[in-house]
């Protein structure tokens, strides 16, 4: 399945990311040498930098895998689960969930309750976009656009009724700012992700099978509706991991599935892990900009990943081949 | 009749979407190995949702359908895709898949990979040299040309197509039916065709002529396609002619 040319790429494409890490680590408002390490130092990497670069790889594995598998299942290549609104589904759930002081399930009550707001979101926009067999694509833009309106309202009147201190926290949280990352969000962040990125790379042909359509897939042996709902659930598991991790961050789902379509290869087998990892590298880097570009203030990584995100989805639109029309 | 060459068979099929509205009725035909058949309609008259019964994509509400001598349905979705495939008429997609990657696809419901390569069914469609070109900068006929060579590597030895011949130019209706004549003889699959252009209609050895879900007629195409039929099926008058050279035209 892998040529040499596409070895040559991932090979690079894998080394550039491990750098964007380990610059993430390195560089801030203060530049720490990998080689005269003070404690310090030390303690600013491994407590502060260390977390927030895990957080933003995860989040951004989570939201680049999602955007490739959207992007197949709904055979649309707008997809994104900011787009669609699924990212504002799970946040408004986590949300509820925080302000009513919710544990049921102990820890895990949160991602589990931001997957569940995920899952229906994507379930009903999903509904909204279906008609006559078929996924329409403006359909399904507008259903996502609507519901992402009224999760986002909905959210903001939850924020004006919560304490002051829950307000910033969740302003903060909203527009996916990594500075409030910490290490106890972590094991259950991966825990999400990585069962959501097993189960979209083990359905990748399926994926690939689905993006031919319905009959074609049903002619290759696989039943459609099935395999849709299973990769729904990778894809809410990991969007879901996502937003409780550091909030919602929009466009690496769209953005980084068309790169690596570009650079290497639209099979699935390939661009999920490379979407995986580039979303991955892309959130590092965001982040990055936002703490660097104007010291001392920190833009949230959502910020800019919006700024580069958004005058593409304007550019794919005015693509022909993209809406049929 | 049903013989032990007989791989699709069709026994009073019923099939409906809304109750009281049946599409297919009493419908019975059988598919020989090795045949080259066209089902042939106006639109409406129900041969999209025929092909879909027999690729097992719709459920016959009434009667049976075997393949193989056994119930189509019974099968496990791999299994059936080893032994059927099916090809719909819109093939479009807006994921940039290249030539390679979606002929690829043939061999999903393998495990063990069989002996014909990509580059071998892209050789017998033509398109060996377009393998890495995403399919998007390829002509309407080029695309289908590529399905046929993943249907090849699917390795189904019948072949389901639901109006390939339609929005072609005829010099690439003629290409592809030449191309499907050539893999039947050369590699015996079957080939079911849904299509309504009754010109094409005379390249078949046998054609299932259907009106509102019924068969109407079946046989060689110079039989069934009377003045009657044709009025029957199409509402029109019309007749169809043999000329001195043994090609056929259509008097009108």
């Given at each position: 399945?892998?040529?040499?040319?596409?070895?040559?790429?991932?090979?690079?494409?894998?080394?550039?990311?491990?750098?964007?890490?380990?610059?993430?680590?390195?560089?801030?408002?203060?530049?720490?040498?990998?080689?005269?390490?003070?404690?310090?130092?030390?303690?600013?990497?491994?407590?502060?930098?260390?977390?927030?670069?895990?957080?933003?790889?995860?989040?951004?594995?989570?939201?680049?895998?999602?955007?490739?598998?959207?992007?197949?299942?709904?055979?649309?290549?707008?997809?994104?689960?900011?787009?669609?609104?699924?990212?504002?589904?799970?946040?408004?759930?986590?949300?509820?969930?925080?302000?009513?002081?919710?544990?049921?399930?102990?820890?895990?009550?949160?991602?589990?309750?931001?997957?569940?707001?995920?899952?229906?979101?994507?379930?009903?926009?999903?509904?909204?976009?279906?008609?006559?067999?078929?996924?329409?694509?403006?359909?399904?833009?507008?259903?996502?656009?609507?519901?992402?309106?009224?999760?986002?309202?909905?959210?903001?009147?939850?924020?004006?009724?919560?304490?002051?201190?829950?307000?910033r926290r969740a302003?903060?949280?909203?527009?996916?700012?990594?500075?409030?990352?910490?290490?106890?969000?972590?094991?259950?962040?991966?825990?999400?992700?990585?069962?959501?990125?097993?189960?979209?790379?083990?359905?990748?042909?399926?994926?690939?099978?689905?993006?031919?359509?319905?009959?074609?897939?049903?002619?290759?042996?696989?039943?459609?509706?099935?395999?849709?709902?299973?990769?729904?659930?990778?894809?809410?598991?990991?969007?879901?991991?996502?937003?409780?991790?550091?909030?919602?961050?929009?466009?690496?789902?769209?953005?980084?599935?068309?790169?690596?379509?570009?650079?290497?290869?639209?099979?699935?087998?390939?661009?999920?892990?490379?979407?995986?990892?580039?979303?991955?590298?892309?959130?590092?880097?965001?982040?990055?900009?936002?703490?660097?570009?104007?010291?001392?203030?920190?833009?949230?990584?959502?910020?800019?990943?919006?700024?580069?995100?958004?005058?593409?989805?304007?550019?794919?639109?005015?693509?022909?081949?993209?809406?049929?029309? | 009749?049903?013989?032990?060459?007989?791989?699709?068979?069709?026994?009073?099929?019923?099939?409906?979407?809304?109750?009281?509205?049946?599409?297919?009725?009493?419908?019975?035909?059988?598919?020989?190995?090795?045949?080259?058949?066209?089902?042939?309609?106006?639109?409406?008259?129900?041969?999209?949702?025929?092909?879909?019964?027999?690729?097992?994509?719709?459920?016959?509400?009434?009667?049976?359908?075997?393949?193989?001598?056994?119930?189509?349905?019974?099968?496990?979705?791999?299994?059936?895709?080893?032994?059927?495939?099916?090809?719909?008429?819109?093939?479009?997609?807006?994921?940039?898949?290249?030539?390679?990657?979606?002929?690829?696809?043939?061999?999903?419901?393998?495990?063990?990979?069989?002996?014909?390569?990509?580059?071998?069914?892209?050789?017998?469609?033509?398109?060996?040299?377009?393998?890495?070109?995403?399919?998007?900068?390829?002509?309407?006929?080029?695309?289908?040309?590529?399905?046929?060579?993943?249907?090849?590597?699917?390795?189904?030895?019948?072949?389901?197509?639901?109006?390939?011949?339609?929005?072609?130019?005829?010099?690439?209706?003629v290409e592809l039916?030449?191309?499907?004549?050539?893999?039947?003889?050369?590699?015996?699959?079957?080939?079911?065709?849904?299509?309504?252009?009754?010109?094409?209609?005379?390249q078949f050895e046998?054609?299932?002529?259907?009106?509102?879900?019924?068969?109407?007629?079946?046989?060689?195409?110079?039989?069934?396609?009377?003045?009657?039929?044709?009025?029957?099926?199409?509402?029109?008058?019309?007749?169809?002619?043999?000329?001195?050279?043994?090609?056929?035209?259509?008097?009108?």
């Amino acid at each position: 399945m892998l040529k040499g040319a596409m070895k040559i790429k991932l090979s690079v494409i894998a080394a550039a990311a491990l750098a964007v890490c380990a610059a993430s680590l390195l560089v801030g408002p203060r530049f720490i040498s990998p080689f005269h390490m003070s404690g310090l130092e030390k303690e600013i990497v491994l407590s502060i930098r260390l977390p927030r670069m895990v957080v933003s790889v995860l989040m951004g594995l989570g939201l680049g895998a999602s955007g490739a598998v959207l992007q197949g299942v709904l055979r649309n290549p707008l997809a994104d689960p900011y787009i669609l609104g699924i990212s504002s589904g799970a946040a408004l759930t986590a949300a509820l969930g925080i302000i009513a002081g919710l544990s049921f399930w102990g820890i895990i009550t949160i991602p589990l309750l931001a997957f569940a707001g995920a899952l229906i979101t994507g379930v009903f926009v999903g509904a909204m976009g279906w008609k006559r067999g078929g996924f329409l694509p403006e359909r399904l833009l507008l259903a996502g656009v609507g519901l992402g309106f009224l999760f986002s309202a909905m959210l903001m009147l939850l924020m004006s009724v919560s304490s002051d201190e829950g307000l910033r926290r969740a302003t903060l949280w909203i527009f996916g700012d990594l500075s409030i990352a910490d290490w106890s969000v972590i094991p259950y962040g991966l825990l999400f992700i990585v069962l959501g990125f097993i189960i979209a790379l083990y359905r990748a042909k399926a994926l690939n099978a689905l993006i031919l359509g319905d009959d074609l897939s049903h002619s290759l042996g696989f039943s459609p509706g099935r395999e849709r709902f299973i990769l729904f659930i990778a894809v809410g598991l990991m969007t879901a991991a996502s937003v409780s991790l550091g909030g919602m961050i929009g466009f690496i789902g769209l953005l980084v599935p068309h790169m690596g379509r570009f650079l290497v290869s639209a099979d699935n087998r390939v661009l999920i892990p490379l979407s995986a990892a580039g979303g991955g590298a892309l959130l590092c880097v965001a982040d990055l900009i936002g703490r660097t570009v104007i010291p001392p203030v920190e833009l949230p990584a959502g910020i800019i990943t919006a700024l580069i995100g958004a005058p593409y989805f304007l550019y794919l639109l005015r693509r022909r081949d993209v809406l049929g029309i | 009749m049903a013989s032990d060459t007989t791989i699709l068979d069709f026994d009073r099929v019923q099939f409906s979407y809304e109750r009281h509205r049946p599409l297919i009725r009493d419908m019975s035909f059988f598919v020989g190995n090795g045949e080259f058949i066209g089902l042939l309609g106006a639109n409406g008259s129900g041969k999209s949702t025929v092909l879909k019964i027999a690729g097992g994509i719709l459920t016959a509400f009434e009667g049976r359908v075997n393949l193989w001598g056994r119930a189509l349905g019974g099968y496990r979705n791999r299994d059936r895709a080893k032994l059927l495939s099916y090809l719909p008429q819109i093939l479009d997609m807006n994921i940039p898949f290249t030539v390679e990657e979606i002929v690829s696809m043939g061999l999903y419901p393998y495990d063990i990979r069989p002996s014909l390569t990509e580059d071998e069914a892209l050789g017998m469609v033509g398109l060996r040299e377009k393998a890495g070109e995403p399919i998007r900068n390829l002509s309407g006929g080029e695309r289908r040309r590529v399905y046929i060579a993943m249907t090849l590597l699917q390795g189904a030895g019948l072949v389901l197509m639901d109006e390939p011949l339609a929005n072609l130019d005829i010099k690439y209706q003629v290409e592809l039916l030449r191309l499907l004549k050539a893999l039947r003889n050369e590699r015996g699959i079957t080939v079911v065709m849904a299509l309504h252009d009754i010109h094409m209609a005379m390249q078949f050895e046998r054609i299932i002529l259907i009106k509102e879900g019924r068969i109407i007629g079946t046989g060689s195409p110079q039989v069934v396609l009377s003045r009657e039929a044709l009025r029957e099926a199409f509402d029109v008058d019309a007749e169809v002619r043999i000329d001195e050279a043994g090609g056929t035209y259509l008097r009108c």
